[in-house]
């Protein structure tokens, strides 16, 4: 996720982000120029007072309104996607917290204090790459011990079993009291229903057809805009129509990168941070 400061206006008008669409879609617009240059020129060459072509200006602002409507509720939806994707994780950092703080104030042994500080950082760290489509143990944090540890299948939810065996041993011997059972098996329910959100998020995309449609669209209406600006503006239809392209396409490419906000683009959510935020701060509270 990238950091910066909005109310440095220059500092974006003038830069250029390896996120930034211009760079992403570039071929794409001089294709869109090239073909704006032939269809003007073959306009202006063989049909130039073609009247039909003169009245479809006003065709073409009723089509871009309509096209405007659907990339607005295609950016509304990847967003709602990208933010619902924030709040679970931002739901992970607090159960998390409040799960080691309860299991921080029993009276544990070392050794189940060491346990605690390993497992919950792990889970965090196998949801992040389970969303991602990778093993565990392809994470790259030193501080991650996997050695004696079998993850088979779902990782995520076998580190869960493995926190719940371990909290139920504490209620077993008498280290837990009910009521304490209960609260952090609570908060452990919580971190299933966080990651339940997020697979739920990952596993549905927007419907192909519909994504499908909006590109056919946005296609069709900019290639065949100098048709209708070409009479107006000449050869300047061609800057018209690559601009509008610009506009629309980086709009649905926005929102194709939001839409999935679990993986390693520039504007996905941080969670490699979240997850070293959520390790160190189980280290403190027990004391690690």
């Given at each position: 996720m990238i950091n910066y400061n909005p109310?440095?206006?220059?500092?974006?008008?003038?830069?250029?982000?390896?996120?930034?669409?211009?760079?992403?879609?570039?071929?794409?617009?001089?294709?869109?120029?090239?073909?704006?240059?032939?269809i003007a020129y073959v306009e202006i060459t063989f049909f130039p007072e073609a009247y039909f072509l003169k009245n479809l200006t006003a065709?073409?602002?009723?089509?871009?309104?309509?096209?405007?409507?659907?990339?607005?509720?295609?950016?509304?939806?990847?967003?709602?996607?990208?933010?619902?994707?924030r709040k679970a994780w931002g739901a992970l950092v607090n159960d998390s917290r409040s799960l080691s703080s309860k299991l921080s104030a029993l009276h544990l042994t070392?050794?189940?204090?060491?346990?605690?500080?390993?497992?919950?950082?792990?889970?965090?760290?196998?949801?992040?790459?389970?969303?991602?489509?990778?093993?565990?143990?392809?994470e790259a944090s030193a501080q991650l011990?996997?050695?004696?540890?079998?993850?088979?299948?779902h990782q995520p939810l076998r580190i869960v079993q493995m926190l719940r065996a371990?909290?139920?041993?504490?209620?077993?011997?008498?280290?837990?009291?009910?009521?304490?059972?209960?609260?952090?098996?609570?908060?452990?329910?919580?971190?299933?229903?966080?990651?339940?959100?997020c697979e739920r998020i990952k596993n549905t995309p927007i419907p192909f057809s519909y994504s499908l449609f909006i590109k056919k669209f946005i296609f069709i209406?900019?290639?065949?805009?100098?048709?209708?600006?070409?009479p107006l503006f000449g050869y300047l239809s061609v800057f018209i129509s690559t601009f509008v392209f610009y506009a629309l396409v980086s709009m649905e490419l926005l929102a194709e990168e939001i839409e999935d906000p679990f993986g390693i683009d520039e504007n996905d959510l941080p969670t490699d941070q979240l997850?070293?935020?959520?390790?160190?701060?189980?280290?403190?509270?027990?004391?690690?």
């Open positions: 109310k440095n206006w220059l500092n974006f008008i003038f830069s250029f982000h390896k996120s930034d669409t211009v760079r992403m879609m570039w071929k794409e617009l001089v294709y869109i120029s090239a073909l704006s240059i032939l065709v073409y602002s009723l089509l871009g309104f309509v096209i405007s409507l659907l990339l607005v509720f295609r950016t509304n939806t990847a967003y709602d996607r990208w933010w619902e994707g070392a050794e189940e204090k060491i346990s605690f500080t390993r497992l919950i950082p792990l889970f965090v760290y196998a949801t992040k790459q389970h969303l991602r489509n990778q093993d565990l143990k392809e011990d996997l050695n004696d540890m079998e993850l088979s299948g371990e909290v139920e041993q504490l209620y077993q011997k008498g280290t837990v009291q009910h009521m304490q059972w209960f609260a952090i098996n609570n908060d452990l329910d919580a971190l299933i229903d966080s990651l339940g959100i209406y900019v290639i065949t805009m100098p048709l209708a600006f070409v997850c070293l935020t959520i390790q160190d701060n189980v280290q403190q509270i027990f004391g690690a």
